[in-house]
């Protein structure tokens, strides 16, 4: 069964760093790009950061740049994402979700993890 | 960045009834346009990549159109099941944003 499942959620201060985890199984991992997308409470979803397949290529959300990093290890089956200097505005439910292999590139998110809760707050 | 804007906000419908949901682009965005459903508490579920591509295992009640800057989700004869909320997402220079949801409801 293909599966993504995140862990490392929690309540955290501001200014406080915490890295989030994203097991993969199921699928060849190291033959896919991989994102964070977020979701604050009652809110709609937003897109944090992807890397692709090998790591060559690393993008981020303006909201996040310079205080989030994504990384990945294939040998693994593991994507990451360390956040530093959070922010109340972090607060949101984390997924990560798999870029689609289609022929026009990779356009959507096709698997998704339950997501975790990170949680930002004195 | 390029804002996706979704319409209705909510659309009340019956099951057995059509649903014609809405997502126009500030800017084109080509054929790189993909639907979510979202039910509470779950984690998006991919329905349409590509503008009208289906994605693995959706039913074919859903289907979806268009080019540019305007994109239909279309679903035929509406399931108690797809009364949720649907998203639609862009791709663009290796960035990617959401539109802000429509919420399909029981009438």
């Known amino acids: 069964e293909v599966q993504l499942v995140e862990s490392g959620g929690g309540l955290v201060k501001p200014g406080g760093s915490l890295r989030l985890s994203c097991a993969a199984s199921?699928?060849?991992?190291?033959?896919?790009?991989m994102n964070w997308v977020r979701q604050a409470p009652g809110k709609g979803l937003e897109w944090v950061s992807s890397?692709?397949?090998?790591?060559?290529?690393?993008y981020y959300a303006d909201s996040v740049k310079g205080r989030f990093t994504i990384s990945r290890d294939n040998a693994k089956n593991s994507l990451y994402l360390q956040m530093n200097s959070l922010r109340a505005e972090d607060t949101a439910v984390y997924y990560c979700?798999?870029?689609?292999?289609?022929?026009?590139?990779?356009?959507?998110?096709?698997?998704w993890g339950q997501g975790t809760m990170v949680t930002v707050s004195s | 960045e390029i804002v996706l804007t979704q319409s209705p906000a909510t659309l009340s419908l019956s099951p057995g009834e059509r649903a014609t949901l809405s997502c126009r682009a500030s800017?084109?965005?080509?054929?790189?346009l993909a639907w979510y459903q979202q039910k509470p508490g779950q984690a998006p579920r991919l329905l349409i990549y590509d503008a009208s591509n289906r994605a693995t295992g959706i039913p074919a009640r859903f289907s979806g159109s268009g080019s540019g800057t305007d994109f239909t989700l279309t679903i035929s004869s509406l399931e108690p099941e797809d009364f949720a909320v649907y998203y639609c997402?862009?791709?663009?220079?290796?960035?990617?944003?959401f539109g802000q949801g429509t919420k399909l409801e029981i009438k």
């Open positions: 199921g699928f060849t991992f190291s033959s896919y790009s």
């Open positions: 890397i692709s397949s090998s790591s060559s290529y690393i």
């Open positions: 979700a798999r870029g689609i292999i289609a022929a026009a590139g990779t356009n959507a998110f096709d698997i």
């Open positions: 997402q862009q791709r663009s220079n290796w960035s990617y944003t």
């Open positions: 800017q084109s965005v080509s054929s790189y």
